[in-house]
């Protein structure tokens, strides 16, 4: 999704933890027009995790026939983001020629690198019937090396990402290594990300990472004795042997990995570098960034200049 103005992250409330809890951050949500977003990255304390500079919860959100994800041509630069459906469709374009439908399970990696200008919308078919959208997308900052590398687009598609059962326990490795699988997603640098369904009464040891983050997108869990309530992000300390359990049905996403350093943030331009972004920002206002193919039209205007 694109931000809708300059300044990213959000007033969040945060509650410090005890334990191998370093804090709790409970994101307001925010109206995009019909569905609603959670941002719990960056936020006014908390500006990553590991390599994860941006974490959105989108929906869930139910349409109208003729109403539904429409979001215009806009760029970004010096970053990998990730798009994961629980719910619905959304079709990815892109300045490199991708066209991408994106369904449940499904995981698409965009590798922005020097500069990609992208599209999400919907089909036809699916925008002119009764649907609905759950989702979640994240940014990834790139290594400072790898910041300026060549756009890319892959997609994986459900099949390709391992899954496995642990005491009952369905759990999802996204990206990374956990478990004892890997997952085939390209990365950067140390990453992981995971999603698990946990049963009422149900526990799970959680994989350790140099930062890791706790998202509950359904449900409640705990750790020790400490709740955690639907659509909190829990901040862990590298402790080991962090065991969650479910205090309800429960649906959870665990990121972290390897933090890469500060990145400065200015709409949708992510660099460690102030003056690549001050370039990025001036390139896309003198329309200097590449269009996308079928999809050249419209364009979201960076955020000082109004729609």
Request: glycine share 8%; aromatic share 6%; charged share 20%.
């Amino acid at each position: 999704m694109s931000n809708q103005s300059q300044v990213v992250e959000m007033p969040c409330k945060l509650v410090s933890g005890c334990g191998a809890i370093v804090q709790l951050i409970h994101p307001k949500e925010k109206d995009l027009g019909g569905f609603s977003v959670r941002r719990t990255l960056p936020n006014q304390q908390v500006k990553s995790i590991g390599p994860f500079i941006f974490f959105d919860h989108m929906g869930p959100a139910s349409f109208s026939p003729g109403q539904g994800i429409d979001v215009r041509p806009h760029p970004h630069i010096n970053i990998a983001t990730v798009t994961y459906l629980f719910d619905g469709e959304i079709l990815h374009r892109d300045s490199i020629g991708s066209e991408q439908r994106i369904r449940p399970g499904d995981l698409n990696l965009m590798v922005t690198g020097s500069g990609m200008v992208h599209s999400e919308r919907e089909s036809a078919d699916v925008k002119n019937r009764p649907h609905s959208v759950h989702g979640l997308q994240l940014w990834l900052a790139l290594p400072e090396k790898d910041e300026e590398t060549a756009p890319s687009f892959h997609h994986y598609s459900a099949n390709t990402l391992p899954q496995l059962e642990i005491n009952g326990v369905a759990i999802r490795v996204m990206i990374g290594s956990a478990y004892g699988v890997t997952s085939p997603v390209k990365t950067f640098s140390p990453t992981l990300y995971v999603e698990a369904q946990i049963k009422a009464g149900q526990s799970l040891e959680l994989p350790n990472a140099g930062q890791r983050g706790l998202y509950v997108v359904s449900g409640d869990v705990k750790l020790k004795d400490t709740p955690v309530t639907q659509h909190t992000m829990v901040v862990l300390d590298s402790a080991e042997n962090v065991v969650v359990e479910a205090t309800q049905d429960s649906q959870i996403a665990l990121i972290g990995g390897e933090n890469l350093g500060e990145r400065y943030v200015d709409w949708n331009f992510v660099s460690s570098k102030k003056e690549r972004i001050e370039l990025a920002k001036q390139q896309w206002i003198d329309k200097k960034f590449p269009n996308i193919p079928n999809d050249s039209i419209e364009f979201i205007p960076y955020p000082s200049l109004g729609n």
